[in-house]
């Protein structure tokens, strides 16, 4: 085990006591507001909670890639990011992995390239464009792609993919990385129910491997009540429970939706043309 790994388990991954966040992009108005949450190595939890709830800024928070206030506490494995040195906060960011619901893939780029990024971290500057030529491992990506049916795809260019393939990619990278933290932002938004399934039981399955933290936002609170033994819900950017999901009732799950209305379900990108499946994620 390595030290990275025997530090993760000594404490909690995060410690947010009281914390606050504002909305990304500058603005002044709090997308978080005094959110009081620990997270364990090992542990899996689902956020729920409406749109604009602040899920997607909580995970940003927690990928050290969005500032919170410094009224609060913010601790990850330890150690106040924002109080630490470039160097020292770039090394943390090492341990942490945001896949976002629209993963930031380079179209003209192959599959296996980008997939094989999740190890920019750990390599030199040499060995990065070395593999932008000559893939470093393509065996690792095709290993990862193939976890998520894309094992076909090795070679293709992304911007031939569909949006669900995409988002499928930008998962496959985060297999491929050595965090102890997982972030993942609606994983599922283009996937059907089988492949839906498919993703969660992948992603339980490696976080539990590596004994990593997993904090999965999801709109589908069936899947979330399923899968996850805690339950995080949000609601205009406060934590309104924080329950084992055998505490969760219907109730409760009404109240935390009410006055929002329920979107028709869009078509699943993998059934459309690849040209249109790709502009509708970008």
């Not at 009281?18 to 992009?25: D, E, I, N, T, V």
């Not at 150690?79 to 020292?88: I, K």
């Not at 599959?111 to 990024?117: E, G, K, N, S």
């Not at 938004?189 to 976080?207: F, G, I, K, W």
């Amino acid at each position: 085990m390595t030290s990275d790994s025997t530090t993760a388990a000594a404490g909690p991954v995060y410690r947010l006591e009281r914390l606050s966040a504002r909305h990304q992009g500058g603005t002044r108005a709090y997308a978080l507001q005094d959110i009081t949450l620990t997270v364990q190595a090992g542990e899996q939890l689902a956020l729920i909670g409406p749109s604009g709830a602040g899920k997607t800024t909580l995970l940003a928070t927690l990928a050290c890639a969005h500032a919170p206030e410094r009224d609060g506490t913010f601790h990850v494995f330890g150690s106040d990011p924002w109080r630490l040195g470039e160097r020292a906060r770039h090394k943390l960011r090492a341990r942490l992995f945001l896949a976002p619901q629209t993963p930031p893939l380079p179209p003209r780029q192959r599959v296996v390239t980008a997939v094989l990024a999740a190890r920019l971290p750990a390599w030199s500057l040499w060995q990065s464009l070395v593999s932008l030529v000559k893939p470093a491992d393509p065996e690792a990506a095709w290993r990862a792609l193939s976890r998520f049916n894309l094992g076909d795809k090795l070679y293709s260019r992304v911007d031939r993919l569909s949006g669900g393939e995409r988002q499928r990619c930008g998962l496959a990278r985060l297999l491929l990385s050595s965090a102890q933290a997982l972030l993942v932002d609606e994983p599922l938004s283009a996937l059907d129910p089988a492949l839906s399934q498919l993703t969660l039981v992948t992603l339980q399955r490696e976080a539990a491997a590596r004994n990593a933290a997993l904090v999965c936002s999801l709109h589908q609170v069936e899947l979330a009540l399923a899968h996850f033994p805690r339950i995080v819900a949000l609601k205009e950017g406060r934590v309104v429970f924080d329950l084992p999901r055998e505490q969760v009732t219907q109730a409760m799950v009404d109240e935390l939706y009410r006055g929002e209305q329920p979107a028709p379900p869009p078509p699943h990108p993998d059934d459309l043309p690849a040209k249109l499946a790709v502009g509708a994620c970008l």
